[in-house]
């Protein structure tokens, strides 16, 4: 091997060896090690990476920063703070630790800067025991406070509050070496927007429960003004707007239109006591119209969904199908109506009724069949999967929209007029056994699902909705 050779390889190790010890690392440490507020902590830069000519960047986690290559630091405030130290701001060249900071006196710490409803929060004991002495804790907490993980005398407690409160108090008592000291905070709950069940009970109330993975919310009550809610048999959701289906014989028998956001009620139709009554029992909305029901007369109506302030006559309501005109259908009381694409079904005591609009006052059956001849007492349409869920002699089934594979969800008990759906929740929800129950959607062509049904909530209801939009 020839001399320059030799050189050119000393010269290439000699260059990787300088390269490898220039790599180097970034760190930091701190003393003391277990820091007070209001107490100089000296950080020392370690790093062994970086020369003279390195600009270095400390961020404290308050606020402050330091340019400075070994800095000193006093924090006001008790706390968890991630300390950072850049070299040459490369986001490579970083090392992050975080400092705790104890108070003089014992005190705690809260992960949230703003606390809603539902969401989990975690608190934590901060306490100065160089010593080593026999410490407790005991946690004051509202009765709004649900217990995640920990329990009140733990250091950490990780908890989630059902009510929103304006200011409430949370305590900490700490006893150190026998001696006893209490940290009081206040906090600002405020209420979690989500989905809702919305209630119509017996009594003639309407309650929004919210939705949140940990749990449902106690109900807030929903006073719409003018609204006779004795008789609600069902209510449909578009956007902000809640339809309000009440049942009730004569002038008090109509469907209102209810604002969630401004609260503003507008009747829809109504019934007049100088013509033949409507019970508005049942019906859906499809595009820019609304179906109704009428249940004594077997009859289904279509208007306009901007409809408002109407009263209720064969003029300014569309006989969409009368019962007497549909072979069979005469027979039974009309309990269900819903649309996909140009099919029409009605829901019937004595079966589904499907047809498209030119069978409508044909005088004969309808061209398209029947689903069934079992006892109907709802159905619903699933517009997007092509699924119709119906309440038939109490049990809770569904089938393809050609009414091929039905198949049984729930056995007993489902509540007819309860019965609704929810595609932005994928679910299905409906009452039986004095609870609100929701099993998710079918989506298998042969409708089987090893989905269990999921208890909601303990309620007796007469109508429900989902409203989708969270609030």
Request: charged share 20%.
């Amino acid at each position: 091997m020839n001399m320059n050779r030799q050189h050119y390889i000393l010269a290439a190790l000699l260059t990787m060896i300088v390269s490898s010890c220039s790599k180097g690392e970034i760190d930091f440490s701190y003393t003391p090690a277990d820091p007070r507020c209001g107490q100089t902590i000296s950080f020392s830069n370690t790093s062994t990476k970086g020369d003279s000519d390195s600009k270095w960047e400390w961020v404290f986690g308050d606020g402050a920063t330091s340019t400075l290559k070994s800095p000193s630091k006093i924090y006001r405030k008790a706390g968890t703070y991630m300390v950072t130290l850049t070299l040459d701001k490369k986001k490579f060249q970083r090392v992050a630790k975080e400092v705790v900071v104890f108070d003089s006196v014992p005190s705690f710490t809260c992960s949230a800067d703003t606390i809603g409803t539902f969401q989990d929060v975690t608190f934590k004991a901060l306490t100065y025991n160089p010593n080593n002495l026999k410490l407790e804790y005991e946690w004051v907490m509202p009765a709004s406070a649900e217990i995640i993980s920990g329990d009140l005398t733990t250091e950490t407690l990780q908890v989630y509050f059902t009510e929103p409160i304006d200011s409430v108090e949370i305590s900490l008592i700490t006893t150190l070496g026998g001696e006893e000291t209490t940290k009081t905070q206040k906090f600002h709950i405020s209420r979690t927007p989500a989905h809702s069940l919305i209630m119509a009970t017996d009594g003639g109330q309407l309650l929004r429960h919210r939705i949140y993975t940990r749990a449902i919310a106690e109900p807030d009550t929903i006073t719409p003004e003018g609204i006779d809610l004795t008789a609600v048999k069902q209510m449909l959701v578009d956007e902000n707007t809640l339809y309000i289906f009440n049942a009730a014989a004569g002038e008090k028998g109509a469907i209102y239109a209810y604002d969630m956001e401004s609260g503003k009620v507008e009747t829809v139709i109504r019934n007049a006591a100088s013509v033949s009554e409507c019970a508005f029992v049942c019906g859906t909305l499809n595009g820019d119209n609304m179906y109704f029901a009428d249940e004594g007369n077997k009859h289904v109506f279509r208007i306009p969904i901007d409809t408002r302030n109407q009263t209720f006559t064969d003029g300014n309501a569309q006989l969409f199908a009368a019962g007497t005109s549909l072979t069979g259908f005469e027979s039974g009381d009309c309990t269900g109506v819903g649309v996909f694409a140009d099919l029409i079904y009605i829901g019937a005591t004595n079966g589904i009724y499907r047809f498209v609009e030119s069978d409508i006052n044909s005088g004969v059956a309808p061209k398209t069949g029947v689903l069934g001849s079992s006892t109907v007492s709802a159905i619903r349409i699933d517009s997007v999967a092509g699924k119709i869920y119906s309440v038939e002699e109490g049990r809770l089934m569904i089938r393809n929209i050609d009414g091929t594979f039905p198949v049984e969800l729930v056995k007993e008990d489902v509540v007819p007029s309860t019965l609704n759906i929810c595609n932005t929740g994928n679910s299905v929800v409906f009452c039986s056994n004095d609870s609100v129950w929701s099993i998710p959607l079918v989506q298998s062509r042969n409708n089987t699902t090893t989905a269990e049904k999921k208890h909601l909530v303990e309620a007796s209801a007469t109508a429900l909705a989902i409203d989708y939009i969270k609030r």
